[in-house]
């Protein structure tokens, strides 16, 4: 069965180090999200993005945070400058037509 | 502001009851709903979902109930397993015209322990 593929499975990074969270989408799926949990806590969405380019974003999802889709398969979230409060899981999904959305295991992150 | 909340955060069941877990949202604008499934160590997995034009759907030994008149949705497992035990999130999005790209937002979740 299909699945979203997220490596590494845990970083650890420095505070204000730069971390780059990678996700392989299912392969004919169209859009695609990052979300993150912070330990306890609901999962909170961070960014979407179809057609490559972002089509919606959260307030947590700042000028720190950017995403790309360098090829046909990877899709990414880079943090510029980590925080201790950036510490979290992080959830990559995808979708076919924008509905149900299926989750890789996360990355969990975690700054120093 | 919108919120999707949980009124029971933990639900302990003996294996082969049914169980219940309730949702509740505040954004009248929603219209699509999902329940997902978190085992520890893994991400949400896809258990179930319904659109607004509907208020009952049935799957696999599960069923979800939407009640848009108190914004309260339900989901129900039928002979409950030792394997159900995880944490059970209910989502909401907003599809509307079309001109949503799937944002979820998440309720705090609800921890299903189930006794053998």
């Known amino acids: 069965e299909p699945e979203v593929t997220q490596t590494p499975s845990h970083q650890v990074t420095q505070m204000g180090q730069e971390v780059i969270l990678r996700c392989v989408p299912i392969?004919?799926?169209?859009?695609f999200y990052w979300y993150r949990q912070i330990l306890g806590q609901k999962v909170e969405f961070l960014v979407s993005f179809y057609n490559n380019e972002i089509s919606e974003k959260s307030e947590i999802f700042d000028d720190q945070f950017s995403v790309e889709r360098p090829d046909g398969s990877n899709f990414t979230l880079k943090i510029r400058s980590t925080k201790l409060e950036d510490s979290a899981m992080y959830f990559c999904a995808s979708s076919v037509r924008g509905m149900v959305q299926y989750f890789g295991a996360g990355t969990r992150l975690s700054v120093l | 502001g919108e919120s999707v909340g949980l009124h029971l955060p933990t639900l302990s069941v003996q294996e082969g009851d049914n169980s219940i877990i309730n949702c509740a949202y505040s954004?009248?604008?929603?219209?699509?709903f999902i329940w997902y499934k978190q085992e520890s160590g893994k991400g949400p997995q896809f258990i179930i979902d319904?659109?607004?034009?509907?208020d009952k759907r049935q799957g696999q030994r599960v069923t979800v109930l939407l009640n848009k008149t108190v914004k309260h949705l339900s989901l129900q497992i039928a002979a409950t397993q030792p394997g159900d035990s995880a944490v059970y999130f209910c989502a909401e999005n907003s599809l509307g015209g079309g001109t949503s790209y799937g944002k979820l937002t998440f309720g705090q979740g609800t921890i299903l322990t189930v006794h053998p």
């Open positions: 954004n009248s604008a929603s219209d699509y």
């Open positions: 392969s004919n799926h169209l859009y």
């Open positions: 319904i659109r607004s034009n509907m």
